[in-house]
C-alpha cells in the first residue's frame, strides 16, 4: 500500500506544481485533508521518516559520538523536527485531491475508505498491485513466446530462414 500510495501522491503532487488551477476551497480542503488521513499517506510518511534520518545521520554526525547522541535526541519518533515537513506534505497532497475532485467527490471517497471495505482494500492494495502486476509480467513473457514463434513461423512461410 504504502509505496502504491505514495507514488500517485508524488505523481499527485508534480501535476499539482505544474498546473496554474484556481485554489481549492477552504471546504475542499478539509475534505481532502481528512481523506489523506484516512488513507494513511501522512502514516506512510511518517514511516519512512526514521529510514531518511537514519541514512543521515552518518553524514551529518561523522562518526563522532557526542554530536551522534545530540543527533539521536533531536531526531528521536515525536521531536519536532519533522512537523514543519510533515505539515507541508499533508497540505500538498491535501490540495491535489482538492484540485482533481470536486468536494462532493473528495467525501464520497473518504466514506468509501472509512468503511471497514475500504479499510480492508488499503490493507491489500499492495499485495493485490504486486499480484497483477506478476499476472501481467507472466502473460506478457508467455504471449512473448508465442509470438515470437508465431511470427518465426509466418516470416518462414514467406521464405525467410531463421
Not at 36 to 59: C, E, G, N, S
Not at 113 to 138: E, H, T
Amino acid at each position: 500500500m504504502s509505496r502504491r500510495l505514495l507514488a500517485i501522491a508524488g505523481t499527485l503532487l508534480l501535476l499539482i506544481g505544474s498546473a496554474s488551477a484556481q485554489a481549492p476551497s477552504p471546504e475542499a480542503m478539509d475534505a481532502a485533508r481528512k481523506l489523506v488521513v484516512t488513507l494513511k499517506i501522512a502514516d506512510q510518511y511518517r514511516a519512512q521518516l526514521p529510514q531518511l534520518l537514519l541514512k543521515l545521520r552518518p553524514v551529518v554526525a561523522q562518526d563522532r559520538p557526542e554530536i551522534e547522541r545530540d543527533y539521536d535526541a533531536m531526531t528521536a519518533p515525536g521531536a519536532e523536527i519533522y512537523a514543519p515537513f510533515f505539515t507541508a506534505m499533508v497540505d500538498q497532497i491535501a490540495a491535489v485531491y482538492a484540485a482533481s475532485f470536486t468536494l462532493d467527490e473528495l467525501r464520497q471517497i473518504e466514506a468509501f475508505y472509512a468503511q471497514p471495505v475500504g479499510q480492508k482494500f488499503l490493507a491489500q492494495s499492495d499485495s493485490l498491485a504486486q499480484a497483477g502486476s506478476q499476472i501481467a509480467q507472466d502473460v506478457s513473457q508467455k504471449a512473448a513466446e508465442q509470438m515470437k514463434q508465431r511470427l518465426i513461423e509466418a516470416l518462414r512461410q514467406k521464405g525467410h530462414k531463421l
